[in-house]
């Protein structure tokens, strides 16, 4: 059954975007199953049960969806690797300087030419929301063309800054984007199509092209699967897996995330009480 094979728990279209920009290093698996490094080129059909309310990660209407689709589109400061550290992304260095926590930008551009700049960085900033880590600081500003200085109380700033962080061009989601894949072409509530962007930084993508496929219900994700119509898909949720699917079919090991917002608008909570009940929680237990 072509559903045992190809049925993947992924986060929505995150694991296939994120493994075609991945170094040939980095792909590999153990060393008891190691495997080749995958050629260059080709497309992969991938399919999500629903459809994004919207492709901007700091409208009110951003789902965890939002967040997948748009990942391989705009860049963050920093990004977390596949054993869930933290690396430098679109950030070339960072120091302390007395209270601030300094960026520098790495030279690069968005797919129209302009260059990507402090102001992009702050004017998204700015638009930010919980969860984002933007939004864990109390100031952010420019200091410099290509510098960003960050203030407030954050004891892992880069941890922060590669968690739903992204800096769209003047803070604004549109055509131009800075990441690994540009927009090819976006249907709402059928698909969306992504390219692997040839004027960037950083390594090129495996895949030439993505084209994720927003469905309606599970068991047509299960049937078109079965038909060869596309080539791997996300269940609903991560949760409770084993009791949403059919007994026939096989699960990968490799299970999405779910996110956990804790939402204190309204409240009179002081900020060290917020940070006694996010620090209560056993994240170890819940993963």
Not at 93 to 117: C, K, M, N
Not at 129 to 140: K, L, V, Y
Request: charged share 25%; glycine share 8%; aromatic share 8%.
């Amino acid at each position: 059954m072509r559903a045992t094979r190809a049925l993947f728990a992924a986060g929505a279209a995150a694991c296939v975007l994120a493994a075609a920009c991945l170094p040939a290093e980095q792909q590999k698996t153990p060393a008891t199953t190691e495997r080749p490094a995958p050629a260059r080129g080709g497309s992969v059909v991938f399919g999500v049960v629903g459809a994004p309310a919207t492709l901007d990660p700091y409208a009110p209407q951003a789902s965890d969806l939002t967040y997948a689709l748009v990942r391989p589109l705009y860049p963050s400061l920093y990004r977390f690797r596949p054993d869930g550290s933290t690396e430098r992304y679109l950030a070339r260095s960072a120091t302390r300087a007395g209270p601030d926590f300094v960026v520098t930008l790495r030279r690069s551009r968005w797919t129209d030419g302009s260059p990507i700049t402090a102001h992009d960085v702050v004017s998204s900033a700015r638009r930010a929301r919980p969860a984002s880590g933007f939004a864990a600081f109390d100031r952010i500003r420019a200091a410099g063309r290509r510098k960003v200085a960050l203030r407030g109380s954050v004891p892992n700033p880069e941890r922060a800054l590669a968690t739903l962080a992204y800096v769209l061009p003047r803070g604004v989601a549109g055509r131009e984007t800075g990441g690994p894949y540009r927009m090819r072409s976006f249907t709402r509530g059928l698909e969306i199509v992504y390219a692997a962007a040839r004027r960037r930084w950083g390594p090129t993508p495996y895949l030439d092209r993505v084209t994720v496929r927003f469905v309606q219900s599970q068991g047509q994700l299960l049937s078109l699967l079965e038909a060869g119509r596309i080539d791997a898909a996300a269940p609903l949720s991560a949760v409770n897996l084993a009791d949403t699917l059919n007994e026939d079919v096989a699960l990968s090991g490799a299970l999405g995330w779910e996110s956990v917002v804790l939402d204190f608008a309204g409240s009179r909570l002081t900020r060290p009480e917020r940070a006694a009940i996010a620090g209560a929680l056993d994240r170890r237990e819940i993963e």
